[in-house]
């Protein structure tokens, strides 16, 4: 496995090793130990999410206040461009965002640890999901920050303005997430 270090130091963009021939690939999407000696710790995963969205859809920014999950991101079909936003109190990257394109045919994988918001923007046709949790979802613990919050500055590649959930809509600003950790 390839592990990349993004602008943020515990988010990691992880590219497994393929195995091709003329039948296809195989490819390790999990591997727990060495996941932990990548990020530099182990975490337990509780919960595999599966979501399949249109082209244009916006999901996020979300995170849970009282039981901030780690997630583990990865597209079957499809292409993504993926945002994780750190929210941590104390952290040196606090406001800050990073953003890497996901998709089958990349085959990437990018590491949001606790405590972080996470959304994405699907760019293919559609595309589907997959996301490992560190714990469970709760949803009257969901919090979102609004996606297009001037103080973020995301750079989303859209073509269009986006297709977001009521809840999405209503976002609350960066500045109130950080006000509430």
């Known amino acids: ?5 993004t602008a943020i130091p515990d988010v ?7 195995f091709g021939d003329e039948r296809g690939f195989f490819l390790e999407s999990f591997n727990e130990r060495e996941f932990a000696a990548a990020i530099g710790k182990p975490f337990r995963f509780v919960q595999d999410n599966h979501s399949r969205s249109r082209e244009g859809v916006l999901r996020g920014l979300h995170y849970q206040e009282k039981h901030p999950q780690g997630k583990l991101v990865r597209v079957v ?3 993504i461009f993926d945002v994780a936003v750190d929210i941590r109190p104390g952290s040196a990257t606090r406001g800050r965002w990073v953003g890497v ?9 990018i590491w949001v640890p606790p405590g972080l918001a996470h959304g994405f923007l699907v760019l293919s046709e559609a595309a589907d ?5 560190t714990d469970y979802y709760f949803p009257e613990d969901e919090r979102s920050i609004l996606w297009s919050d001037q103080s973020l500055a995301i750079e989303w590649p859209l073509k269009r303005p986006p297709i977001l959930s009521a809840k999405d809509q209503r976002g609350a600003s960066l500045e109130s997430a950080l006000a509430n950790p």
């Open 77 to 79: 079909a499809g292409a």
């Open 12 to 18: 990691f963009i992880l590219e497994p090793v393929v």
């Open 1 to 5: 496995m390839d592990v990349s270090r």
């Open 101 to 109: 394109e996901l998709s089958a045919e990349n085959r990437r994988q």
């Open 129 to 133: 999901v997959l996301y490992k949790t």
